[in-house]
């Protein structure tokens, strides 16, 4: 370490010195847990509804060079950049996968398709894609917090693909096996390619949003490659000249990418793994949606108005969003109307053609609350829903923390149905079964052969 550029070394050493051995035994049962749920999700995500799977996926067999990393649902190989930045794309256009809230970060997203590539380009074993997946995960936990997700809201700056590509450039850079000097290199050159605006929320096709996780996986991967093969980069990214935090950030906290380094992993143990498919700013709104058309055992005909009450500083992201999965006033009806929220649901507007979830989101509202529930903003995504009903009484509940959260952690038989049910929208019976078994081996997998060659077929929907 020297002390031109202490903490960008400190994390170069530390990726670069980094192991499967290094993981805590917890740290690494809870990531087998999330690259379950992640690889589900980015299964489901090649259904042909999905318009972004299919835009990028065509863009990559266009242009795509050839090589060892599958594409997943294209029934064809590409080359392990190209594949990064596709596979990424897949990885959040569901909306379904593992998210940190604290961090307001979907890293899941981008280090499952940066680990499956490289992995497959070099013949890594499964061990090491799960670790490389924690390692990313946890990397990206640690720019966002340096950087201060509720700042880079504030600036319009999406942390998940800002601080993604510093994550997937750790994960890649490890499993290239990039010594300390050209680790330093990959994370100066993501540094100059990490980008993200949260201007895709004006995209109403939600092409946009998981683009941006793709950025990032690319990213990260290209920027190794070219650390490995001596492409010269900037060597004191995070503590002089230019500095990258303060790029993104007017408050960042520099000490907080390598406190606690390779003790505490909270990028990983504070993962939630998503009980709905949309924004998890609206989880806590739905559990309580759901507790309260269940304790008053309600229909929907007997709501005539259905009210949110949310954090100002993430209101906008929330309130009439064009985006589907990002609109209180369609996500809560649909639930309401419906009784239940498939990923799907993003991707067809049940507006045109389910009449109560038209006349529930007509009288939807969005209350922009400055107090308790801003304060506690981005550590809590507490949401209060109140349904006026038919006659004018009012019932109403909060949701501070959601289920699939740490703290109330969804049952294996809730994981293994989620999987189910995410997984048999693209798979026939036995290939779903093939999936699950692979997804639960890959830990004792010599590669990662078996899991791509069951991803890379096309969908059966």
């Known amino acids: ?98 998210h940190h809230p604290e961090a307001i970060l979907h890293p899941v997203a981008v280090m499952i398709p940066t680990a499956l590539a490289l992995c497959e380009a070099h013949g890594r074993s499964g061990a090491e894609a799960l670790a490389a997946v924690a390692l990313g995960c946890e990397i990206t936990y640690r720019v966002s917090m340096a950087m201060n997700p509720r700042e880079l809201y504030a600036r319009g ?61 690319r990213n990260g991967v290209m920027s190794a490659m070219l650390a490995e093969q001596g492409f010269g980069a900037p060597d004191r990214i995070f503590d002089g000249g230019h500095v990258v935090l303060d790029a993104y950030s007017g408050v960042a906290e520099p000490g907080r990418l390598t406190a606690g380094l ?9 993962l939630a793994i998503k009980p709905y498919p949309c924004v998890s700013f609206l989880h806590p709104a739905l559990d309580a949606l759901v507790r309260l058309l269940e304790e008053h055992d309600l229909t929907p005909a007997q709501i005539d108005k259905i009210s949110l009450r949310f954090a100002e500083a993430g209101a906008h992201c929330v309130d009439d969003n064009p985006l589907k999965g990002h609109s209180a006033q369609y996500i809560l009806p649909v639930r309401a109307a419906t009784g239940r929220l498939s990923f799907l649901d993003l991707f ?51 949701g501070k923390v959601a289920r ?3 703290e109330e952690l969804l049952s294996q038989d809730a994981l293994d149905a989620k999987f189910a049910e995410v997984t048999a929208t693209v798979c026939t019976a036995e290939r779903q079964a093939a999936l699950a078994r692979a997804v639960a081996e890959l830990h004792d997998a010599p590669d990662v052969g078996t899991l791509t060659t069951l991803l890379e077929s096309p969908p059966n929907a």
């Open 404 to 406: 699939g959260y740490p």
């Open 157 to 217: 700056f999406h942390p998940s693909a800002v601080a993604g590509s510093f994550g997937a450039a750790a994960a890649a850079a490890f499993l290239l096996r990039l010594d300390e000097k050209q680790t330093v290199r990959t994370l100066g050159l993501a540094a100059l390619q990490t980008s993200g605006l949260l201007a895709w929320q004006d995209d109403p096709r939600e092409d946009a949003r998981p683009f941006q996780m793709g950025l990032a996986a």
């Open 262 to 270: 390779g003790e505490v992993w909270d990028g990983v143990m504070e």
């Open 348 to 398: 067809t507007d049940r507006r045109k053609t389910e009449p109560e979830v038209a006349r529930l989101a007509a009288s939807a509202e969005v209350i922009r609350d400055t107090g308790a529930f801003n304060d506690a903003f981005p550590d809590f995504y507490m949401g209060e829903v109140t349904l006026t009903l038919t006659g004018g009484r009012q019932v109403s509940a909060t």
């Open 1 to 98: 370490m020297t002390a031109r550029a202490p903490i960008t070394d400190r994390l170069a050493g530390f990726i670069a010195n980094f192991s499967p051995r290094t993981l805590p035994a917890d740290v690494g049962a809870y990531t087998r847990i999330l690259v379950s749920d992640g690889l589900g999700v980015l299964c489901a995500a090649t259904h042909p509804d999905v318009t972004a799977a299919q835009g990028i996926g065509a863009f990559a067999e266009k242009v795509g060079g050839t090589g060892q990393a599958t594409l997943i649902g294209r029934g064809r190989k590409t080359d392990p950049v190209t594949a990064a930045l596709a596979n990424g794309t897949l990885g959040y256009a569901a909306d379904f996968e593992p």
